[in-house]
């Protein structure tokens, strides 16, 4: 749910095509005359100069980057989000439960996240959290949209230029009382209530079906909001 600029950082280290491939380009840089070969592809382009190379370098790093963010915004294998998603309903002020232990939610009590709609139809996205370690407040602004339709409470979410995270809704009340959300995979979780405790009975449903759904649940950590 909070997001800053540390997600990248974490995100591209597990890249391993993308990382894999500008080595290979640094690696063999001072040649003028290189081959290209992309594996599986039976083609080779013949670098002349550099003005080609920096061209190739340039639209594959960006076909890369994009094949490789296109899985950030997935699902969990076998999960589905909530059906007959009503927005409207899903806006305003959220107080994060639990979670796991992110480095970039790290030392971060009275952990909120606030939604509204901004000019071009997107979801404003706002989160706040107090870090306990250096004594301050901290905060994010980012943006969410819907991956489907907006009756699917399946969206994907930026805090920083084009790269997304996935954000699905997976449990919901009625209500809109209190939500379990996941991420692309089994690492990202977070439980959501509109007030600062949430009710043994929901707590003991999300916990059920994070497990089922292959989270290990003993992981999460509790926020403080006392």
């Not at 340039?58 to 969990?76: E, K, M, N, Q, Y």
Request: hydrophobic share 35%.
């Amino acid at each position: 749910m909070f997001t800053k600029i540390q997600y990248i950082k974490d995100y591209t280290k597990n890249l391993p095509l993308f990382s894999n491939f500008i080595y290979k380009l640094d690696e063999n840089e001072q040649l003028n005359n290189q081959m290209f070969c992309f594996k599986n592809v039976l083609f080779c382009e013949k670098i002349k100069t550099m003005k080609n190379r920096t061209w190739l370098i340039g639209f594959s790093t960006l076909f890369l980057i994009a094949f490789s963010l296109s899985s950030c915004v997935g699902i969990p294998e076998g999960v589905t989000a909530v059906q007959d998603f009503k927005k409207d309903k899903y806006l305003g002020k959220w107080y994060e439960i639990a979670r796991f232990d992110y480095r970039f939610e790290r030392n971060l009590d009275h952990v909120t996240a606030e939604y509204s709609i901004n000019k071009d139809g997107s979801i404003k996205v706002f989160n706040k959290g107090f870090n306990t370690q250096k004594q301050k407040w901290v905060s994010a602004e980012g943006k969410a949209k819907f991956v489907n339709t907006e009756t699917e409470a399946r969206l994907k979410v930026s805090f920083f230029g084009p790269f997304y995270a996935g954000y699905n809704v997976v449990d919901i009340d009625p209500e809109y009382q209190h939500a379990l959300v996941y991420g692309s995979s089994t690492q990202y979780i977070w439980i959501l209530s509109r007030t600062k405790t949430i009710d043994e009975t929901t707590k003991k449903r999300f916990l059920e079906k994070a497990k089922k759904d292959g989270y290990d649940v003993s992981q999460l950590i509790w926020v403080n909001h006392e």
